[in-house]
């Protein structure tokens, strides 16, 4: 679902999105191109958080109508929700996700958005190398494979995060 309103006889969609390293949001007429920079830190990297529609931010995603185990079935029986309706169809259906309300763009100074990004970026890289020096060993001790596994779940958590003081703590900085 789009927002479709006219300006000057344009049709204008809106779309939401935050810079993953300095996480400033910003909207833009169209979807983010993959290697966009962030005019305020100068660095690529985009979350979509989403399109507007009417004064909501929605995400428009292609799921199973039912159940993947029921929908991509090969078998006679099912047991789900849909009485054997959708069984075996492969059958995807749009869902609409709201995601809130239109966030409020406030673009930080530039230097801030640097120091943000810089911030990240010294306190990701050296989990990140480590990560990669792991991975590259082959078979690893049970004390290295365990160094492996949390060093991927802190990457993976920090990088979901939407706040830089709550990014760094799961990294172990400040």
Request: with cysteine.
């Amino acid at each position: 679902m789009t927002y479709t309103g006219t300006i000057k006889g344009a049709k204008m969609n809106r779309f939401f999105h935050r810079c993953k390293a300095c996480l400033t949001v910003v909207a833009t007429e169209g979807r983010m191109p993959a290697k966009a920079e962030c005019a305020a830190c100068g660095r690529a990297g985009w979350w979509f958080m989403g399109e507007v529609h009417v004064d909501r931010l929605v995400k428009v995603e292609e799921r199973c109508a039912c159940d993947d185990r029921c929908t991509s079935a090969t078998g006679p029986k099912c047991g789900c929700k849909c009485g054997g309706a959708n069984h075996g169809t492969g059958r995807v259906v749009t869902v609409v996700l709201d995601q809130g309300g239109v966030p409020r763009v406030a673009t930080p100074a530039s230097d801030e958005a640097r120091r943000i990004a810089d911030e990240w970026e010294a306190a990701r890289t050296p989990l990140v190398e480590e990560l990669m020096r792991l991975n590259a060993g082959g078979w690893l001790p049970p004390e290295s494979f365990n160094r492996k596994l949390s060093l991927q779940w802190r990457l993976l958590k920090a990088n979901k995060l939407k706040t830089h003081a709550a990014r760094l703590r799961a990294l172990g900085g400040k």
